[in-house]
C-alpha cells in the first residue's frame, strides 16, 4: 500500500472516532462517514459515563492492551487539552466466593480485597452484607464517553481527516486491491475500509454474527451529598443477586446505575430503540438500590437506554474480514475502554498488514 492511503471509516462511534484519530495521526488520508454526528445518542458511546478497569472479569489476556489503551487516552486527553479519564478506582462488590469477584482477583492485576469496617471507612457508598468482600482495582475509574469521541474526532480532524457527518453508508465491497463505499452520493474508491457501525453491523454487512441489544441505564438521586462524589467515589460492579455497575454522581445529583444479570434484550434495529425501560427492569432496579444502596433514593429520575453490538461468546470482532476491508465491531457491552487500542490496532492492519498486538482471541472468523 502508498504511503499515504485512503481509508474509509464507517461509523464515529467511540471506535470508529479512535480509529480515525489513530489513522490520521499516522498519516493516511482517513475519511469517517456517520449516519449522525459524533457524539450521538443512539448507538453505543451516550450516556454521560463508562468504565475503564484494568483487573479484567472477561480474561487476563486484555490486560495488556486495557494498560496501552490507557496510555492511549493519556495522549488524546493531552492532545485534545480534554479531560477523559478519571481514575478514582473502581471495586466489585459480591460474595468472597462468587466465582466474577476470584476473576477479578486473578487477573493478574495488583487489586487490594476489603472487608468489615475497612471497607466501610473507604467506600461507604456501597455497604457489604455479611461474607461479602469489596475488590478494589486502582487501575479503574470513569470515562467521559461524548467528550472522548468528540475529542477524538477533532484530533482527526487537526491530523487532516474528512468528516462526513448525516452520510449512511449503504454498502461497503472489496474491489481488486481497495474497496468500494456506497452511500446516497454514490459510490467511491478507497485503498482500504474499518467497518465500525456498532450495533448496525448486520445492517451493513448481514452476514456478521452481531446481534443489536440494548442496555439501559437510571439516575436515581442521592440522599447524601457527602456520598458518590465524583472527584473520590470509585466505580462499583456489584455481582450476586443484585448486579449492577454504577457510577459517581458526575452531576452532582443523581448517580447512574445499569442494570446487569438480566440479559440484554435484543432490539430489532437501533433505530427502534425505545426511550424507556420496561416495568419488570425498573422493578429490579428499585429493588437493588433498596437492598444495596441506602444512599440512594429508589426511583429514578432519568432513565434511558442505549444500542450495542452484541457477539455470541460476548467478545469483539477485530481483524482482516476479507480483501481490505477491516472489522472492528460486535464490542458486547464493554468496549468502550478499549476504543483507543482497538483504533490503533485496526491502523496497525490498515497501515502494516498486520499487528503486534495480541488479537487472536477477536478474530473476526472465529465463529
Ligand atoms: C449503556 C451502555 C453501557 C456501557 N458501559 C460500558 C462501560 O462502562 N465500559 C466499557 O468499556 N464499555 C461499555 N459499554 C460498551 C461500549 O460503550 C461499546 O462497546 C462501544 O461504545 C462500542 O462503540 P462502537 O464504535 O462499536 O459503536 P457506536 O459507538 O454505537 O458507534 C457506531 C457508529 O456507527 C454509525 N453507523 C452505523 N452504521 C452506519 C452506516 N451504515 N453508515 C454510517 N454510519 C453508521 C452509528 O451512527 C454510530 O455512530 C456500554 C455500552 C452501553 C450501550
Known amino acids: 500500500m502508498s504511503t499515504s492511503p485512503s481509508v474509509a471509516v464507517l461509523g464515529t462511534g467511540a471506535v470508529g472516532a479512535m480509529t480515525l484519530w489513530r489513522l490520521a495521526a499516522r498519516g493516511a488520508r482517513a475519511v469517517g462517514f456517520d449516519t449522525y454526528a459524533p457524539g450521538h445518542d443512539r448507538g453505543a458511546s451516550g450516556g454521560e459515563s463508562r468504565i475503564f478497569r484494568t483487573a479484567y472479569k472477561e480474561g487476563a489476556h486484555y490486560v495488556p492492551l486495557l494498560r496501552e489503551s490507557r496510555l492511549l487516552w493519556t495522549e488524546l486527553e493531552r492532545a485534545g487539552g480534554t479531560r477523559l479519564l478519571h481514575l478514582v478506582g473502581g471495586v466489585t462488590v459480591g460474595a468472597a466466593d462468587d466465582p466474577v469477584v476470584r476473576a477479578v482477583q486473578e487477573s493478574g492485576v495488583d487489586v487490594e480485597v476489603l472487608s468489615g469496617r475497612e471497607a466501610a471507612r473507604r467506600v461507604p457508598e456501597h455497604p457489604l452484607a455479611e461474607g461479602e468482600v469489596l475488590v478494589l482495582d486502582r487501575e479503574a475509574g470513569y470515562l467521559r464517553p461524548e467528550a472522548a469521541v468528540l475529542t477524538a474526532v477533532d484530533e482527526a480532524q487537526r491530523h487532516g481527516a474528512e468528516l462526513r457527518c448525516r452520510t449512511r453508508v449503504s454498502a461497503v465491497e472489496p474491489d481488486g486491491a481497495g474497496v468500494l463505499v456506497t452511500t446516497g452520493a454514490g459510490t467511491e474508491r478507497f485503498d482500504a475500509a474499518v467497518v465500525t457501525p456498532g450495533a448496525w453491523a448486520r445492517q451493513l454487512l448481514p452476514h456478521l454474527p452481531v446481534q443489536a441489544r440494548r442496555i439501559t441505564s437510571a439516575w436515581f438521586p442521592r440522599r447524601d451529598a457527602e456520598l458518590f462524589d465524583p472527584g473520590r467515589c470509585p466505580i462499583a460492579i456489584r455481582v450476586g443477586a443484585h448486579a449492577f455497575s454504577c457510577f459517581p454522581a458526575l452531576d452532582g445529583f443523581g448517580v447512574k446505575v445499569n442494570a446487569h444479570g438480566g440479559g ?31 444512599g440512594l433514593r429508589p426511583d429514578p429520575v432519568r432513565v434511558a437506554t442505549y444500542a450495542d453490538g452484541f457477539t455470541p461468546d460476548g467478545h469483539g470482532l477485530l481483524g482482516p474480514l476479507t480483501g481490505n476491508l477491516v472489522l472492528a465491531t460486535g464490542f458486547s ?28 482471541p477477536l478474530s473476526p472468523h472465529r465463529f
Open 333 to 360: 457491552g464493554h468496549g468502550f475502554k478499549l476504543a483507543p487500542v482497538f483504533g490503533d490496532i485496526a491502523a496497525d492492519l490498515v497501515l502494516s498488514g498486520g499487528t503486534r498486538r495480541a488479537i487472536a
Open 264 to 294: 440484554w434484550p435484543p432490539v430489532e434495529s437501533p433505530e427502534s430503540l425505545p426511550r424507556s425501560a420496561e416495568p419488570e427492569l425498573l422493578a429490579r432496579l428499585h429493588a437493588a438500590v433498596t437492598a444495596t444502596l441506602p
